[in-house]
């Protein structure tokens, strides 16, 4: 199995900046992508940013120059760094990580969120 712990989150003045960070344990070495999802108040929960083993990363159009999604393999944290933030960008973030069972194939963990807060 794999856990997920998200960190970082917080309340923010509009334009500026906030850093998460998602500690993974377990069964690390069976994660093959990581991301970063989001859920505001009344609506879906939503692709912010993600990044593959191989380094490969997409971005949500909405965040797209501002926001820059990163992994330290050694330590098993994934981060991201938020600049120029937005109220539009007030949400509780999620950790998720897509690793490898036997059993069923590819399963999704998620940590437990963290809100972030901007105020306008």
């Known amino acids: 199995q794999v856990q997920l712990v998200e960190s970082g989150g917080g309340l923010v003045q509009t334009g500026g900046s906030l850093r998460l960070a998602c500690a993974a344990s377990g069964s690390t070495f069976k994660i093959h992508a990581m991301g970063w999802y989001r859920q505001a108040l009344g609506k879906e929960r939503e692709l912010v940013a993600a990044?593959?083993?191989?380094?490969?990363?997409n971005y949500a159009d909405s965040v797209k120059g501002r926001f820059t999604i990163s992994r330290d393999n050694a330590k098993n944290t994934l981060y991201l760094q938020m600049n120029d933030l937005k109220p539009e960008d007030t949400a509780v973030y999620f950790c998720n990580a897509d690793w490898y069972s036997v059993l069923i194939g590819t399963t999704r963990s998620w940590g437990q969120g963290t809100q972030v807060t901007v105020s306008s």
């Open positions: 990044i593959s083993n191989g380094g490969s990363t």
